[in-house]
T-cell receptor, first 116, second 115 residues
Framework: AQTVTQSQPEMSVQEAETVTLSCTYDTSENNYYLFWYKQPPSRQMILVIRQEAYKQQNATENRFSVNFQKAAKSFSLKISDSQLGDTAMYFCAFMNYGGSQGNLIFGKGTKLSVKP | EAQVTQNPRYLITVTGKKLTVTCSQNMNHEYMSWYRQDPGLGLRQIYYSMNVEVTDKGDVPEGYKVSRKEKRNFPLILESPSPNQTSLYFC??????????????FGPGTRLTVT
């Protein structure tokens, strides 16, 4: 069974600085998808970034980028120029390719606080 | 506006009193799913539906029921709620559940407390 581990329960960063959130996963599959979701205090789940395992190029969305290391089964999220609005819980998630369940397997989350 | 809606947003109930949390999406998505979120555990899938009249158990289905009679609606039913079902519940939908990495769109969440 696949598992997703986020080893940092809480992190903080100063506004305008860069922070990296860690995520590792365990799977025997070769093709899959990885996601980072953001959950602000409003509780809404918002997709931040998505990575296909067959793509070697790391995904980037504005200030958000990932470092995808397939051999190490690592998928970290880098937030550049942190803003107060980035304060949220961040969840790393895994989805099998071709599976019939469409299930997202989530890590336990990292609570990020951006300080002024 | 494309969205997933859930009702109610907050619910306090007593043990054993049947309740239904509704979920509706307006994006013509085939796939819908229910998750529960508990502190320190992340989100875990309860039930999912690949299409109308097709539902199946997720990772934590005990104590829950679902139905998918229409494409847009996917209600979650708790026949006899217990305190261990106190949680934050999310409904989600996506274009397809065929493991193609389609984005899942989440509803706003329903905070359920069972006393």
């Amino acid at each position: 069974a696949q598992t997703v581990t986020q080893s940092q329960p809480e992190m903080s960063v100063q506004e305008a600085e860069t922070v990296t959130l860690s995520c590792t996963y365990d799977t025997s599959e070769n093709n899959y998808y990885l996601f980072w979701y953001k959950q602000p205090p409003s509780r809404q789940m918002i997709l931040v970034i998505r990575q296909e395992a067959y793509k070697q190029q790391n995904a980037t969305e504005n200030r958000f980028s990932v470092n995808f290391q397939k051999a190490a089964k690592s998928f970290s999220l880098k937030i550049s120029d942190s803003q107060l609005g980035d304060t949220a819980m961040y969840f790393c998630a895994f989805m099998n390719y071709g599976g019939s369940q469409g299930n997202l397997i989530f890590g336990k989350g990292t609570k990020l606080s951006v300080k002024p | 506006e494309a969205q997933v809606t859930q009702n109610p947003r907050y619910l306090i109930t007593v043990t054993g009193k049947k309740l239904t949390v509704t979920c509706s999406q307006n994006m013509n998505h085939e796939y819908m799913s229910w998750y529960r979120q508990d502190p320190g555990l992340g989100l875990r899938q309860i039930y999912y539906s690949m299409n109308v009249e097709v539902t199946d158990k997720g990772d934590v289905p005990e104590g829950y029921k679902v139905s998918r009679k229409e494409k847009r609606n996917f209600p979650l039913i708790l026949e006899s709620p217990s305190p261990n079902q106190t949680s934050l519940y999310f409904c989600a939908s996506s274009l397809s559940g065929q493991g193609r990495g389609y984005e899942q769109y989440f509803g706003p969440g329903t905070r359920l407390t069972v006393t």
